[in-house]
T-cell receptor
Framework: GAGVSQSPRYKVAKRGQDVALRCDPISGHVSLFWYQQALGQGPEFLTYFQNEAQLDKSGLPSDRFFAERPEGSVSTLKIQRTQQEDSAVYLC??????????????FGPGTRLTVT | AQKVTQAQTEISVVEKEDVTLDCVYE???????LFWYKQPPSGELVFLIRRNSFDEQNEISGRYSWNFQKSTSSFNFTITASQVVDSAVYFCALRAPPTDSWGKLQFGAGTQVVVTP
């Protein structure tokens, strides 16, 4: 079946531009996570959605970062006024359910953002 | 606070050699889950294995095996008879109980595995 897809795969933005990164989770997956992966590092949590509700945004680095999932499926991560330190790979992951079951997270291929 | 440490930055082996990746974690939770993910050059993180904190039985799955030792907070991963296709970055990850963290993963910095023919 189809996995998690993300678009665009690559994005180059000039400093100060706004960008929008899209994530299409696996159909039926309730949970959706965004992670940021800097070069040579492990992914770091940004935010979490359960259906359309954003339940945790503790990892968002600044108020320039905004995420939404209005209908509980597709999610968009928006970065306003991009800075060079925003350059990273942004990974989206979805999971079947929440609760106590440790369902694994399925990751998309990521969007590599380069801010020049 | 949770922390995952992968001290090995890169490991280079010749095909058919075994590779063991080290992972040490810190957590105050009594219930937690540990994962290994593989990230090939394509960039997508691929789930490999999961272990919960109350099951220290070590297992083998194909060419993969793992050694979970709660007493030393280690969760090491071994690839037996490595192949060129195993070349990737491998991440160890820790997940706290969902009631506290919604299941978000805490990753280590990763270990680059290079397998040469």
């Amino acid at each position: 079946g189809a996995g998690v897809s993300q678009s665009p795969r690559y994005k180059v933005a000039k400093r100060g531009q706004d960008v929008a990164l899209r994530c299409d989770p696996i159909s039926g997956h309730v949970s959706l996570f965004w992670y940021q992966q800097a070069l040579g590092q492990g992914p770091e949590f940004l935010t979490y959605f359960q259906n359309e509700a954003q339940l945790d945004k503790s990892g968002l680095p600044s108020d320039r970062f905004f995420a939404e999932r209005p209908e509980g499926s597709v999610s968009t991560l928006k970065i306003q006024r991009t800075q060079q330190e925003d350059s990273a790979v942004y990974l989206c992951a979805s999971s079947l359910a929440t609760g106590s079951d440790p369902y694994e997270q399925y990751f998309g291929p990521g969007t590599r953002l380069t801010v020049t | 606070a949770q922390k995952v440490t992968q001290a090995q930055t890169e490991i280079s082996v010749v095909e058919k050699e075994d590779v063991t990746l080290d992972c040490v974690y810190e957590t105050r939770d009594t219930t937690y889950y540990l994962f290994w993910y593989k990230q090939p050059p394509s960039g997508e993180l691929v789930f490999l294995i999961r272990r919960n904190s109350f099951d220290e039985q070590n297992e083998i799955s194909g060419r993969y095996s793992w050694n979970f030792q709660k007493s030393t907070s280690s969760f090491n991963f071994t690839i037996t008879a490595s192949q060129v296709v195993d070349s990737a970055v491998y991440f160890c990850a820790l997940r706290a109980p969902p009631t506290d963290s919604w299941g978000k993963l805490q990753f280590g910095a990763g270990t680059q595995v290079v397998v040469t023919p």
